[in-house]
Structure formats: structure tokens, C-alpha cells
């Protein structure tokens, strides 16, 4: 079973633009999550969603938005990027919604703002 | 503030011995209980998971968890140098409200 894609997996954008990353769950699994990973603040929830709805939502501005399709991938969405937004961004999937499943995760975009 | 702890590290053990890693959460209401290894620029894979309080192992690997003191450890027995890595704990309640620690660093000496 394919695990969980991430496109791209490199970016360099400049402030002030907008970026875009994509996510493709593993088949089946339903609940996909992103992160945002870096040095200083290590994993920082973003947003879940399941069935095209988001559930949750971390302590991020309104820059960052998401969604999710019928088939499951998702993207997620930065708009106005300060230098600050540079980091790895994750996406994870897991089968279930209320579940113990545990996150599967991708390999991630690293996103660097100059 | 659901909050999960853990100690930066970095810690280092000799090859062969066992590394001891904890994590403390704030959150009574968690009910599920992660250990990621997240190698220097990967993404963190999934070692194991517990929801039981008392031990459950896997190969070289236990997890211990104790709901009543909110404390949850990994040992990795045989350690070997490839285990070098961040351990990062993780914690949900059921929700798909996972919360992760910082991570702790360890390093296996040759």
C-alpha cells in the first residue's frame, strides 16, 4: 500500500506570495491532518479534516487554510508568507474518525520564504 | 493547554545498553499514546502505541504507561547507533486531538 504522498517536496518562495501543498493519503484512510514543524516550536497541529470537513483547527492565523476533496487528498493553503512560515509542513493520515489509530505521515514540504 | 513534556536531551548511551525515554502529559481525559522516530530531515515514522496502562513490547522496544501518574516512557534495549535519532511522544484523546512533546534527542555511541 502506497503511504502518504506530499507534493512538492521542496519550495522556495519569496514574502508576500502565496503557496500551495498538496497531500495524497494512504487509500482508505479518511482523516488527514497537517503539521507544521520547526527547530524552535516543534509540531504544531494546523488543521483535520475527515469526510471534507475540517474538525479541528490549531492556533494559526487565517493565512493558513485548507480543505479536503471527496477523495480524500488534500491541500493546504499559505497565503501572504512571512519569513516566519519557513518550516517543514507534514501531512498525516490515519484510517478512522474517533479512533486509536495512530498519524501516518509523508515525507513532508519544506517550505523556505526568503 | 493540553501539554506533553519530555526532555530535550540530548541523550547519549552506549551502544548495547538501554535508552530510557519519558514523556509527562497534562491531559487526563488522553486515551492513546504514540512514539515517533524522526531521523535528521525525515518525516517521524510510528514506532509503537499503547492505551493500557503496564508495559507492551515490540522487538528491541517497550513502552510503559501509567495513567494515574500521566506518564508514558520508552525503552530501547540493545541500543544500537541507528536508533540515533528524536523520539517524539505523542498524546490523544480520542479525538484525533493529537498533541505532540518536543522530542528528545538520543544519541547511541559506537
Known amino acids: 500500500k502506497a503511504g502518504v504522498t506530499q507534493t512538492p517536496r521542496y519550495l522556495i518562495k519569496t514574502r508576500g506570495q502565496q503557496v500551495t501543498l498538496s497531500c495524497s493519503p494512504i487509500?482508505?484512510?479518511?482523516?488527514v491532518s497537517w503539521y507544521q514543524q520547526t527547530p524552535g516550536q516543534g509540531l504544531q497541529f494546523l488543521f483535520e479534516?475527515?469526510?471534507?470537513?475540517?474538525?479541528n483547527k490549531g492556533n494559526f492565523p487565517g493565512r493558513f487554510s485548507g480543505r479536503q476533496f471527496s477523495n480524500s487528498r488534500s491541500e493546504m493553503n499559505v497565503s501572504t508568507l512571512e519569513l516566519g512560515d519557513s518550516a517543514l509542513y507534514l501531512c498525516?493520515?490515519?484510517?478512522?474518525?474517533?479512533?486509536?489509530?495512530?498519524?501516518?505521515f509523508g515525507n513532508g514540504t519544506r517550505l523556505t520564504v526568503t | 493547554q493540553k501539554e506533553v513534556e519530555q526532555n530535550s536531551g540530548p541523550l547519549s548511551v552506549p551502544e548495547g545498553a538501554i535508552a530510557s525515554l519519558n514523556c509527562t502529559y497534562s491531559?487526563?481525559?488522553?486515551?492513546?499514546f504514540f512514539w515517533y522516530r524522526q531521523y535528521s530531515g525525515k518525516s517521524p515514522e510510528l514506532i509503537m502505541f499503547?492505551?493500557?496502562?503496564g508495559d507492551k513490547e515490540d522487538g528491541r522496544f517497550t513502552a510503559q504507561l501509567n495513567k494515574a501518574s500521566q506518564y508514558v516512557s520508552l525503552l530501547i534495549r540493545d541500543s544500537q547507533p541507528s536508533d540515533s535519532a528524536t523520539y517524539l511522544c505523542?498524546?490523544?484523546?480520542?479525538?484525533?486531538?493529537?498533541?505532540f512533546g518536543p522530542g528528545t534527542r538520543l544519541s547511541v555511541l559506537p
Open positions: 505523542a498524546v490523544n484523546d480520542y479525538g484525533q486531538n493529537f498533541v
Open positions: 479534516y475527515f469526510s471534507e470537513t475540517q474538525r
Open positions: 498525516a493520515s490515519s484510517p478512522l474518525e474517533g479512533s486509536h489509530s495512530p498519524l501516518h
Open positions: 499503547i492505551y493500557s496502562n
Open positions: 487509500s482508505g484512510h479518511r482523516s
Open positions: 491531559d487526563r481525559g488522553s486515551q492513546s
